[in-house]
């Protein structure tokens, strides 16, 4: 992003995590959203936001391959802090309640971008155990109800009907907004670098299995999923996830053109969502579904992907 510029926010513009997408991020800091383009959530809603932050390591090394062309990036501790630094700020620009992040590689990380960001009072990790794995996490302003973790006890089948399991935590965390239960999943489906797009897809009929139980478990909840789904609108996956309309996809009236999150081969594709359980109580508001970038073809502070975010009423009682 150019210095000096500020947060474009759409509810149009901007494609799968793939060998060859653009826009890695910067350790310099760079410039910022303007946190003044981003309007306050009205009163008895939510907003929700989706975020994936691009490879957030730590200073230490884990998987004993680091820095350089390794997998895990090393960064210097003065590098980390900016990043941190940057990221943490552009969240506070959302005005989120609730952001639902991807590769936060440790609980460092997230404690960190927690210290920068203390308005978001609760943080949970989704760490799956790897060596350099980058995880999902929950940051939110309210205090959680409950924590469930859904990798270790569901085996997922593809359609060749081999067996897998979700490639990060599933991650649920149930919320009190203002008296009100909000349950949201974080989610980050398997990416396309040496796709295995049966796995993609055993995650998202998964998810919905899970969601829409929940739902029924909890009508008078309000339930979101929200992540890098690594797929577009139309695909299997996203078609599995909204099979019998149980579940739908917050953006679903704005053409596809305008949701597009990451660049791939110089084109905007749309593989960060936002969903909403149907059985469950609270609606989505019309109109507030946004994609946020640093600047016209970019992501989000450094980051390849843009953020995702929507406001949804909150449930009475």
């Known amino acids: 992003m150019l210095a000096g510029s500020n947060a474009c926010i759409e509810g149009q513009s901007l ?11 910067s350790g310099d800091g760079g410039a910022l959203p303007d946190t003044n383009t981003q309007p306050e959530p009205a009163a008895g809603t939510v907003r929700i936001a989706a975020f994936n932050v691009h490879r957030l390591f730590d200073t230490v090394c884990d998987s004993g391959s680091c820095g350089g062309s390794a997998y895990e990036e090393l960064p210097t501790p003065q590098v ?50 790897a060596a350099a ?50 349950i949201v999943f974080a989610a980050h489906f398997r990416s396309k670098v040496d796709d295995d797009p049966g796995r993609r897809y055993a995650e998202a009929q998964a998810a919905h299995d ?9 009508p008078g909840t309000l339930v979101v999923l929200g992540g890098d789904l690594n ?6 996956p996203l078609e599995a996830l909204e099979q019998d309309g149980a579940l739908q996809r917050v953006s679903r009236e ?15 594709q749309a593989i960060d969502h936002l969903y909403r359980a149907r059985d469950a109580s609270g609606q989505d508001v019309p109109g507030t579904f946004r994609v946020v970038r640093d600047a016209p ?17 909150l449930p009475r009682g």
């Open 15 to 25: 494609a799968p995590e793939s060998p060859g997408s653009t826009a890695p991020p």
């Open 80 to 129: 980390f802090a900016a990043r941190v630094d940057r990221i943490a700020r552009a969240l506070t620009s959302l005005k989120a309640g609730v952001v639902l992040l991807s590769e936060i590689e440790t609980q460092v990380c997230l404690d960190a971008l927690q210290a920068r960001a203390p308005e978001f009072s609760s943080a949970v990790l989704g760490e799956i155990g």
């Open 254 to 268: 704005l053409p596809l053109e305008d949701l597009g999150t990451v660049w791939f081969q110089g084109a905007p």
């Open 210 to 218: 899970i969601m829409r139980a929940v739902a029924a478990e909890r």
């Open 133 to 182: 794995s980058v995880d999902v996490a929950v940051l939110s302003r309210y205090p959680q109800r409950e924590v469930r973790r859904h990798r270790a006890q569901r085996i997922l089948t593809r359609p060749d009907g081999t067996t897998t399991v979700f490639s990060r935590e599933f991650l649920e965390v149930r919320l009190d907004v203002d008296g009100s239960e909000v």
């Open 297 to 313: 073809g970019s992501g989000l502070a450094g980051s390849d992907h843009a953020a995702v975010q929507a406001d949804f009423v």
């Open 231 to 236: 797929d577009v609108p139309g695909s299997p």
